[in-house]
């Protein structure tokens, strides 16, 4: 299992004694290590563990390094391989770069130079990341619809976004309604290289069943009564670009068929028409309810399922990221404070603690509703509780002694959190909160200071 904070790298050699070399020198490192016998067997790890690093020999029966590299690529992308060899001919070194290795080592090796190699890789990585972060807080600056957040489940939300986008693959967006699906996909349009072609959002429970084939794929002159002229449907405005199908466990069966057939061949005939047209459309699909439960009760083709499950992305409830709430509610505070020209500067720490107790089962859209609600109606240049719809406020007395944290969030984050929020509750005193967490005083200005 990995250390918690320790950096993983992964050691495949069919060498026993060079696995066990390396694997005390990185442990000296500081290194969690994951040794393997074979490519076979480092690709099974792969698949069931985060590993950062991955040290491979290149001459191995079965899958080689070359062939371990390329499967590492689909199956751990965010894991940079380098390559160590016997043989450092110029010829292997290039095909290993082409193939995406970080670097190529030679046999016998030099301890400093492949813990150098593995280091670098891993300061590149954390480069990467903090771009990633910089730019998800640049987006969020610049657009007023990005998806903000900051808890370790929207971290690991936009780290799969920024690593799908460019990619061609199908995307299917889950999770309950009002948790900013048609955001995240207008956040993957964004950052993929359609992003100067069109993209196109459709809700397929807004439209009536008898009319979604024609929004979909368009209509011929004639092709009903009242079909005056052409129309071009959905996919064809979207080509080139990204097409948004959101609840889309709730077309119909006959619709799901003729939407296959688009995913398996880019093409479809307009409603009258006879003429088949290609198009380049890439799908993001959306849905509240459960796709695979629907298949096993025969409601939803198992086909279309497999076709659009390429890429799932689960966005989590609210609920879920209690400590992005009060991002989200200043963020709406000031949206909603410009958009209807009033001065609110803030809201009240009793108010914002009510806002983080409350379950939120509209999930993001209510909030940005009651805090749009409370602008508007607000008398003072601050929201207060009693601006806060009754349900809400209610929340007071338990937003002050609970705190939701997400499994997986890593210790020294849930140690901090509940550090800040126990000040919240001792407004400051760091005394006090160090009574009530049972701790010694010190300890709190240790922990903040290390992360400052």
């Known amino acids: ?53 991955v040290l491979t020999d290149l001459m191995m029966p079965g899958i080689s390094g070359i062939d371990l590299l390329k499967n590492a690529k689909t199956v751990a992308p965010e894991a940079d391989v380098i390559l160590m060899t016997a043989y450092g001919t110029v010829e292997t070194a290039v095909e290993a770069m082409k193939e995406g290795a970080y670097d190529f080592v030679t046999k016998p090796l030099k301890r400093v130079h ?19 972060d910089l730019r998800a807080k640049l987006e969020t600056m610049q657009n007023p619809s990005s998806f903000v957040g900051s808890s370790l489940p929207v971290r690991q939300l936009l780290e799969m976004v920024y690593q799908v986008a460019p990619s061609t693959a199908t995307v299917l967006l889950t999770g309950e309604s009002g948790t900013g ?4 996909a207008r956040l993957v349009h964004r950052h993929s290289t359609r992003v100067n072609r069109p993209f196109i959002a459709l809700n397929c429970a807004a439209i009536p069943e008898s009319i979604l084939e024609s929004e979909l794929f368009g209509y011929e002159k004639g092709a009903f009564t009242g079909a005056v002229g052409r129309k071009e449907g959905r996919f064809k405005l979207a080509d080139g670009g ?14 799901q068929v003729k939407l296959l057939r688009v995913l398996q061949e880019g093409q479809f005939e307009r409603l009258g028409g006879t003429h088949t047209i290609s198009v380049d459309v890439r799908i993001i699909a959306a ?59 803030g809201i009240q720490r009793d108010a914002m603690a009510a806002l983080t107790a409350y379950d939120w089962p509209g999930n993001v859209r209510e909030l940005e509703n009651t805090i749009e609600r409370s602008v508007v109606l607000s008398k003072e240049e601050v929201i207060t509780i009693d601006s806060l719809p009754s349900g809400i406020g209610g929340q007071k007395d338990v937003a002050s002694t609970s705190l939701s944290i997400p ?8 140690e901090l959190r509940l550090i800040r929020e126990t000040l919240k509750l001792t407004e400051g005193d760091k005394k006090r909160a160090a009574q009530l967490l049972g701790i010694a005083t010190r300890t709190i200005y240790r922990k903040l200071g290390a992360e400052e």
């Open 114 to 132: 492949v813990v150098r190699s593995v280091k670098r890789a891993l300061e590149k990585q954390a480069l990467v990341l903090e771009n990633r």
């Open 181 to 184: 699906k048609e955001v995240l």
């Open 1 to 53: 299992m990995e250390a918690l904070g320790m950096p993983v790298v992964m050691i495949v050699d069919d060498e026993p004694s060079n696995v066990a070399s390396l694997a005390r020198v990185f442990e000296r490192e500081g290194f969690h290590v994951l040794p393997a016998a074979s490519g076979k067997e480092g690709l099974e790890l792969l698949r069931r563990q985060r590993v950062h690093v």
């Open 242 to 255: 990204t097409l948004l199908l959101d609840e889309i466990g709730d077309i119909s069966p006959s619709v």
């Open 287 to 345: 849905s509240k309810k459960n796709l695979a439960e629907e298949v096993k009760m025969g409601r939803f083709r198992e086909d279309l399922f497999y076709r659009l499950n390429v890429i799932q992305m689960e966005l989590p409830a609210l609920r879920e990221r209690r400590e992005d709430i009060p991002l989200l509610a200043d963020h709406f505070l000031q949206l909603f404070t410009r958009k209807n020209q009033k001065v609110v500067r």
């Open 407 to 414: 499994l997986g969030t890593p210790l020294h984050e849930v």
